[in-house]
């Protein structure tokens, strides 16, 4: 359908989950941490300095996180590897920027799915459609990403996905 990785690669992610994603203390999580404040775990340079043992020091929900690679994808092609943790300039606008990517990449991953459907030619075209507001053939920059109409796209997504019950059954 269309050669987005939908699967994470945190070697060329700038940690931006240890960033962007905020969560409270609770059996996922040892700690509170508010979006936009850095994970104390992480280390300079964007590793863990817990990885190993995340589950075992209460960061279960860590390991089970999936950003689906929308954080390699904002580090690389949207910010051309720069970093937050290098120019803390970058810090609001890759937040953004990840917000927003993920949200692309969950669209596209359900599109996939949908994808395996035997869909009729109309719900092939929607489909379609929808991809290609998800994935436009110019790619991504910042400014367009930031731009997008993605919850009006995600409103169309919603209910095409809801008129393929029939498929289903």
């Known amino acids: 359908m269309d050669a987005v990785q ?10 931006l989950c240890c960033l962007a994603l905020a969560f409270d203390r609770s059996e996922h999580f ?3 941490k508010a979006c936009g ?7 300079p340079g964007g590793s863990c300095g817990i990885y190993g043992e995340r589950v075992a020091r209460g960061f279960s929900g860590c390991e089970a996180y999936d950003c689906l690679g929308a954080g390699q994808r904002v580090t690389a ?4 590897g720069r970093s937050w943790q290098d120019d803390p300039a970058l810090e609001a606008p890759m937040i953004r920027a990840f917000e927003a990517m993920r949200r692309v990449h969950e669209g596209l991953l359900l599109l ?5 459907l035997a869909l009729s030619p109309d719900d092939r075209r ?12 110019a790619g991504w ?8 109409p ?10 095409f996905l809801t008129g393929l019950r029939g498929y289903l059954r």
Not at 132 to 137: R, Y
Not at 150 to 159: C, E, H, N, P, V
């Open 6 to 15: 939908l699967s994470p690669d945190c070697a060329a992610c700038a940690a």
């Open 30 to 32: 040892a700690i509170d």
């Open 37 to 43: 404040e850095a994970c104390p775990n992480l280390r």
């Open 77 to 80: 092609e949207l910010f051309a």
């Open 112 to 116: 996939r799915e949908a994808a395996k």
């Open 126 to 137: 929607t489909l379609e459609d929808i991809r290609a507001a998800l994935s436009p053939a």
């Open 141 to 148: 920059t910042a400014m367009t990403l930031a731009a997008a």
């Open 150 to 159: 993605l919850g009006a796209i995600q409103a169309r997504l919603r209910t």
